[in-house]
């Protein structure tokens, strides 16, 4: 109640939207980064016509579209908001699309809470959109007073939030959030660019309009106690039908040009980091593809999206160390159809984690490129070493987790992320690594590659990344000793290819071995034994991973403290081959 | 190079420092929250005297407690760094434990890089330590214009640093970095306390006094190529010690009052949210043990921290919703031995999932506590739902993770989180559940809970949490089938109890059933799956998890929608039985 004044004026007088097109290039976008404010949204879609009264009264019930927090299932609807602070920064992400890729004048309203204002992922967005001038961007910030326990840090002090909003080179505009002349006034003048996006600071009281709440703690999230009152308080029962203006049309979205697509081409036998393919590639798809854009957290000449950056300079979107920034503006760079790839330290990838999280819950295309996996990368130490990004990103709702070995896997897996839907995650290697597959060898997202076996393997070893040549040094070992071990390259870590896996299980007498550069939790190992949980056939799984905390040292060095290198490789393998067979009768028999 | 004499004027004439004794209370703390200054950092440690040439030069090696990024292995670093933005905020931390905590005027210093401004977490701390006066935090910001790829987006605009920092109510002081005299000055007054915290703007040259590289692009960690010449210019070889001021004695840190420990008893048969236990617990073993903090993200009236704030409102810190900033306020305030917990819903804990990995690498004791778990949650939809905080958590070095089904339980595993070490994290339900232990049973880290259980199980549900009180509810039904099944309340996640998963599996012919309100990955059943990979008798497990993407419901249908209810349990079990034992004659012979 608080904002509806608000939204009622900007639904009647300044939103542009085509209810029936909601895709079109020309229309405005509203982001209610205050999610909890559903009722009101859902109040604003019934009012344009968007809905009725009957599907408004299924709000959060099962089935309904209408949930707790809004969801992009409900077609006007572009993202998912309901973790506060991220609603802003995903607002900055469709003002770039607008000025900088779509290249139209389209406006992007978000409604901001005043609580929210505390997330340093706001501030993070008032300095990238003050930076980028993005004079087609309006916050609407709520200022209601009271949080879910109590009083806001600024209370109903408006200078406190145009002044932060002011030092970040924001224009601002304070009103009486129940003023509807003056908020009209404001729109106007925000809608009037002048390179500089806006903030519309509001007073207003929560609870609005009905004296049982209004400006009280203590109903946060709550129901009124009592409706009919609040009804009659409000004038009773009204069907006011205020559907909203029709956007002029703005013209064609601005189009990049395109051709063939050209991947790089690193020579089997030489060496190359994943994390320069990583960036070749993206270069490649780049030309190929006019709707590929870059962000990078700073680090590009680490994670080597620079060679992006200076092959498409205008499709590149530098994002400082601001991680969460950088998640959120990719989500709202896919909403206007782009397709976006982030990039950063795969360890600083964590700092987003609740973006994205959210980015699945807004069903969001969007892919991310973790640099410096595990403690292959050397000196540096942990803090810069990812060791919980496969758990992180396993954990994600409908995500691809990808993890090459070699240059050329890395660039064909890039080009495949362009056509994933939802959230893709390619972990990249520090170190140049051997070159093992030609660069016509083809990779798919659930596939793997088995690189050694015989017709007598006595174990299996399943790996990606790094280790994938740990495997193959301890393979050759192995063989001079005269145990053969097979080695399965389970590049795509999810989904996994588990026909390969069962095949091996079989064909090894159910021993297997997993190698991976992270923690043992949640990672490869844990997306093995998952496969086979629920079989008859359950192969016996040594799981190397890191165990203690690594410091510093060479990479070689790293991989053997942490038992992940060849010789532990080869060790565990001895284990199982002496060991014998591991699959029981009552299996063999299944 | 550019911290230099920023850090040269700190030791010789401003840092109070006692490195014989380097927990004493009287101490100043430094933080190097640009974490890559480390060869500065341990030329510091060299010139004060506490480390020597040779161990200075095994820097980044092997076995080194000189790593590329500073951690707490050595006695005067207090808190790992190398995520940028996080130091700031730890020093936040710091600052409250000094003044609110300890009450004593140590000072704390925090040398930030400039690129890492641009991080949120830093303008959380800014607001933060601005909001509560912090008078004791001095930060020093290290202008040298040049990020790891190239300028930052402020370059040497001081302004830019100086403007943000005062809009948040900081005292800011500019300076000349190179020059010593304006230094020392700068330091003197920001050491005079006028309430506000202090940041001195410092415009500095990256690779100062290196013609080679000083103000230039590409040399951000790389060594020199002639660092002869460099020694030379940097006017040649020196052996200066400059040994830190003594801190004058402060006197005894405050302490609050202690008692005797007297956790909340709920009846059994009654209900009670295990949130609602957190929160009791917390409030009683504020009570008995003086030491112990709690802090919450602004929702503290449905984590039940305000039980605690309400008891103890001289050791409870609004953290507003700043998770990043609640985090690290936990591990500056755990720097003093102090005892913190901090509490919001668990899906917000993913926000500060960097400053958790971090803080398993500053070896730091803290204890997390998420509400609202899973989709059990109801209406309020998928963005407040925790489902990956056990993958999360779990992939954590060292961490402990919990999760009651019961009041009783609950509260009893609080008492023991105050004594662990490392990362512990307590998840907690937002429904009220059944109470089924009595108020003195007693529960262990690592320990579990066999709830039903007959000589003749067909197979084990094993649960933890709201799920247990679905599998016990099931056992019920099926016992009436003739079918006996074990329930096993697995409430500590990490480390599991191993043993009683052997026998159980042992004892049901190997037919496991686990079930978590959480997606598939990472939690509950990666846990029990880990258990058995590289054993003899491996079970089969049933893994029921949330594997669709939910939306708003009752909390009863959004379980059976997951499919982790009673009914699907029943089920799971019913197939289990009709399939007969699962372990093969192989694995029963070892």
Redesign the interface.
């Known amino acids: 109640m608080s904002a509806a004044d608000l939204m009622a004026v900007l639904i009647a007088r300044h939103f542009r939207y085509d209810p029936d097109a909601p895709r079109d290039a020309s229309n405005d976008h509203l982001v209610f980064s205050k ?1 909890h404010a559903s009722p009101l949204l859902y109040a604003m879609f019934k009012a344009m016509g968007f809905i009725d009264d009957e599907e408004f009264l299924t709000y ?5 579209r ?4 809004p ?1 992009p ?1 409900l077609p006007w609807v572009e993202v ?6 991220q609603g802003l920064p995903i607002g900055v992400g469709m003002a770039i699309a607008g000025k900088h890729l779509d290249r139209l004048p389209y406006r992007v309203w978000v409604l901001c809470g005043d ?2 204002m ?7 967005a008032l ?1 990238h959109a003050g ?1 980028l001038g993005l004079g087609n961007l309006i916050a609407i910030v709520d200022v209601n007073r009271l ?3 109590g009083e ?2 600024h209370g109903w002090d408006l200078d406190a939030y145009r ?2 909003a002011e ?2 080179g924001w224009r601002t505009i304070e009103v009486d959030g129940h003023d509807p002349a003056a908020i009209d006034g404001a729109y106007a003048q925000a809608a009037a660019p002048d390179g500089r996006p806006t903030m519309i600071v509001a007073r207003t009281i929560k609870g609005y309009g009905v004296g049982e709440v209004a400006n009280k703690e203590g109903w946060h999230g709550k129901a009124l106690a009592h409706p009919e009152q609040a009804i009659a308080e409000l004038g009773g029962e009204r069907h006011l039908l205020v559907p909203p203006l029709k956007p002029a049309r703005l013209g064609d979205p601005h189009r990049f040009p395109a051709g063939r697509l050209e991947l790089p081409r690193y020579p089997v036998g030489s060496e190359a980091a994943t994390r320069q393919a990583y960036g070749d590639a993206l270069a490649a798809l780049g030309s190929a593809r006019g709707e590929v854009v870059a962000l990078d957290g ?5 994670t080597f999206s ?1 060679v992006f950056r200076e092959a498409h300079p205008e499709r590149y979107f ?1 994002m ?3 991680e ?2 950088m998640v959120a503006a990719a989500v709202g760079i896919q909403v206007r159809g782009w397709v976006p790839f982030a990039s950063t330290f795969a ?2 990838l ?2 987003a ?2 973006f994205v ?2 980015a ?2 807004s069903r969001a295309d969007i892919r991310l490129s973790g640099s410096h996996a595990g403690v292959s990368i050397g ?6 070493m990812a ?2 990004d496969l ?2 990103m ?5 995500s691809t987790v990808l993890y090459p070995c070699d240059a050329n896997q890395a660039a064909q897996l890039v080009a495949l992320m362009a056509d994933l839907t939802g959230i893709s995650y390619i972990r990249t290697t520090r170190a140049k690594t051997p070159v093992i597959y030609g660069p016509d060898e083809r990779f798919a997202v659930g596939g793997s590659k088995v690189l050694r076996s015989s017709g007598d393997d006595q174990a299996a070893v399943v790996t990606a990344g790094i280790t994938v040549h740990e495997a193959l040094k301890a393979a050759d070992t192995l063989a001079k000793e005269g145990i053969s071990v097979r080695v399965i390259d389970a590049y795509s870590v ?1 989904p996994i290819d588990a026909a390969t896996l069962r095949r091996a299980a079989a064909e090894t007498g159910g021993r297997l071995i997993t190698v991976e550069d992270h ?5 490869l ?3 093995v ?2 496969v086979f ?4 056939l ?1 192969p ?4 190397l991973a890191v165990r203690d ?1 690594p ?4 990479p070689d ?2 991989l053997a ?1 942490a038992g992940i290198d060849a010789a532990h490789i080869a060790d565990a393998a001895r284990r199982l081959a002496r060991a014998g ?8 028999r299944t």
């Open positions: 999610g959060r019930r099962l089935g309904s209408l949930e707790g927090h969801v299932i998912a908001t309901g973790s506060l602070g609580s929210e505390a997330e340093g992922s706001m501030n993070e300095e930076h949080g879910q326990t806001t840090m002044d932060r030092v970040f700073e680090v590009s000449n680490s620079e530098e400082y160390i601001a969460q920034q360890a600083f964590t700092r984690y609740d999280r959210m699945a819950i000196e540096d130490g942990p803090s810069q060791l919980e758990a992180m396993r954990a994600v709702h409908g999810k923690w043992p939790e949640g990672g190992g844990a997306a034994l998952d949980a629920d079989e008859d359950r016996r799984v040594v799981n905390m410091g510093s040292g060479k060095e790293l403290a067979p591991q699959i029981g009768s009552l299996e063999r």
